[in-house]
Structures are given as C-alpha cells and as structure tokens.
C-alpha cells in the first residue's frame, strides 16, 4: 500500500520566519505534487516534481523531490500571513488517482 | 476558480437517509475523480469515471455510487448515511485521467445528525 507521511502536522510560527514541511513514503512515486488548501475550498495545485533530486522555486516557496523520488520537502522563505492553509503532498497512485498525505496545517501568526 | 463546480455546498442530513452530490468538471475534461475528506483520515479517493465509464475504484463504501452522464456531469450518491459519513467531498476533473494534474471543486461539507 503507498502511503504519503507528512511532518509536522501542525506548524504555527512567526511572521518573516523561515519553515520546512516534509512528505515522505517507502514506496517510490513516479511523480509528487504539492497542494495547499483553504477552510472551505478545494486543494489548489501548487507544483509538480518529477524528477529524482528535482528542485522547483515558486516564489518564497522551494521544492525539492528527492533522489530515490520516495520523499520531498517545501521550504517557504519569510512567511506571509498569506501562505497560512492546510499543504497536502500527494502522489501518483496506480490507478491514476492521487494519494495525499494527511497534511500540515500552517498558520502564519503577524 | 478551478473550473470544476458541485453542488450543494453545504447538506445536512439525518441518519438513515439518502443523498446526491453532484459535479461539473471543467470544460473540455473526460475524467471525474471523488474524493471523502475527514479530520482523521484526510483526503481518500473514492472512484474515478472517465468518459462515462468506470476506470477506478478505491475505498468506496457499498452504499455509495456514483455515475458520469454523456454531458459529463457526475453524481455520487450516497445511502443509509451513518453519523462517520460527515465530511468533506470533493471532485476533481482531468483530461485523460492518468497521472494528469486534476483540478479540485469547492467541496460539499455533508453533516449527517
């Protein structure tokens, strides 16, 4: 069974502070994606990685796939109130559907 | 907006009894995913039609179901609800269907008291 883990489950930090969210998993996906979620609406897409040892930038946010594509981190840089939501990672599954870790939740204090 | 809508937002509900959800996937999509998410559980898939037809299925309960119609609509309905059946459901839509972003609607927040 693929299953997705994601650390911490609960992050709660300083405006201009510095985080990192982490998704990890025994099984090897052919592909990861990063979602953030809002009380009351759907995931939004963030990013897609592919490649083992991938890393994406979006802004403030860093992500990286890591080698043996079992795991991937988002860095997020000076956190804005604005980037407070639920990051969902999800992968691949073998049916085609997604598999999401169950989340971090993120609240981003002024 | 993600393009993708359902129908209601909100549903409450009695023990016992019997509801349809419903979702319009984006312009030009053929698939439909549902999705159940709880606080304890998080995000779980539940079935996948593609172009009308089943493709897949994951932890989906015996007294739900789901279709797609030929505009593309799909429906879940779920019976007998049981007070655990409160969550969140989404769907999400994609072209093909395999290994393809998906883009998420808004959700139905369905409480059943």
């Known amino acids: 069974t693929q299953l997705l883990e994601q650390s911490p489950q609960f992050l709660s930090i300083q405006e201009g502070e510095n985080l990192t969210v982490y998704c990890n998993s025994s099984s090897v996906f052919s592909s990861l994606q990063w979602y953030r979620q809002e009380p009351g609406e759907g995931p939004v897409l963030l990013v897609t990685?592919?490649?083992?040892?991938e890393v994406k930038k979006l802004k403030r946010l860093t992500f990286q796939f890591g080698d043996a594509r079992k795991d991937s981190s988002l860095h997020i840089t000076a956190a804005q109130p604005g980037d407070t939501g639920l990051y969902l990672c999800?992968?691949?599954?073998?049916?085609?559907?997604?598999?999401f870790g169950k989340g971090t939740k993120l609240s981003v204090k002024p | 907006d993600s393009g993708v809508t359902q129908t209601p937002k909100h549903l409450i509900t009695a023990t016992g009894q019997r509801v349809t959800l419903r979702c319009s996937p984006r312009?030009?999509?053929?698939?439909v995913y549902w999705y159940q998410q709880s606080l304890d559980q998080g995000l779980q898939f539940l079935i996948q039609y593609y172009n009308g037809e089943e493709r897949a299925k994951g932890n989906i309960l015996e007294r739900f179901s789901a279709q797609q119609f030929p505009d593309l609509h799909s429906e879940l309905n779920l019976s007998s609800l049981e007070l655990g059946d409160s969550a969140l459901y989404f769907c999400a839509s994609a072209v093909g269907g395999v290994q393809e972003t998906q883009y998420f609607g808004p959700g139905t927040r369905l409480l059943v008291l």
């Open positions: 312009s030009g999509d053929l698939s």
């Open positions: 999800a992968g691949a599954g073998s049916q085609g559907n997604l598999i």
């Open positions: 990685v592919v490649t083992g040892g």
